[in-house]
């Protein structure tokens, strides 16, 4: 199946620091691509789907400021958690969907985990 | 979108056959049933998708009721590989290329030696 890969896979950083996690679709091109934030013992919840050349659409509750989501090609979107904080600490993943797809599976990134100190 | 629901947990004998349910009873026409796991701090694998008829593949096999408000997914001879959690889900309609999956909390396998 396509390959999708995040990095990093983990990352820790101080409270006030930005964190910019890449989310690559290998051998496929993604026009869109999705990104979900997981809490431990939680389900995947999206924060936000991104498309290519085109501003990410964001899901209820989740800050377009705090999260800026870059789509600049069709194999590459980008996350940057902004000013993070201890609670932005969570497990985030990106799927890929590839263009042309018609019933096709998303293709999902290894995930990238976050911990703010 | 339609909602699913599964067990919060199952056990499985490694070599023996898993069977892990979903119901969708709201499931409309043109939505298919779409079957991934999550192993322990990993990203969502694919593992399966059906519209009507029973499919197979390399991982597993999905058995959809007739009437398409419920679905199995079978993991033939379950290894200690297989331990992680199961998500039955219902993807919408083909309008455009946005698509969003509704994940529910999943099915936790563990498969015990």
């Known amino acids: 199946g396509a390959v999708v890969s995040q990095h990093p896979s983990w990352v820790i950083c101080k409270s006030g620091t930005s964190v910019k996690i890449e989310c690559r679709s290998l051998d496929f091109q993604a026009t869109t691509m999705f990104w979900y934030r997981q809490f431990p013992k939680q389900s995947l919840m999206l924060m936000a789907t991104?498309?290519?050349?085109?501003?990410?659409?964001?899901e209820q509750g989740v800050e377009k400021d705090k999260f800026l989501i870059n789509h600049a090609s069709l194999t590459l979107s980008t996350l940057t958690v902004t000013s993070a904080h201890p609670e932005d600490s969570s497990f985030y993943i990106c799927s890929a969907q590839g263009a042309g797809t018609n019933t096709g599976e998303l293709f999902f990134g290894e995930g990238s985990r976050l911990t703010v100190l | 979108d339609a909602k699913t629901t599964q067990p919060p947990s199952m056990d499985c004998a490694e070599g023996r056959a898993a069977n892990l349910p979903c119901n969708h009873s709201?499931?409309?026409?043109?939505?298919?049933v779409y079957w991934y796991r999550q192993i322990h701090s990993q990203g969502p694998q694919y593992i399966i998708h059906g519209l009507k008829n029973n499919e197979t593949n390399e991982m597993a096999s999905l058995i959809i009721t007739e009437d398409r408000k419920s679905s199995t997914l079978i993991l033939p001879h379950a290894t200690l590989r297989d331990t992680a959690v199961y998500y039955c889900i219902v993807r919408t309609g083909n309008a455009g290329n946005n698509r969003k999956l509704i994940w529910g909390l999943g099915t936790s396998l563990a498969v015990n030696p």
């Open positions: 709201t499931i409309s026409g043109n939505e298919y």
């Open positions: 991104s498309n290519e050349g085109s501003k990410a659409t964001y």
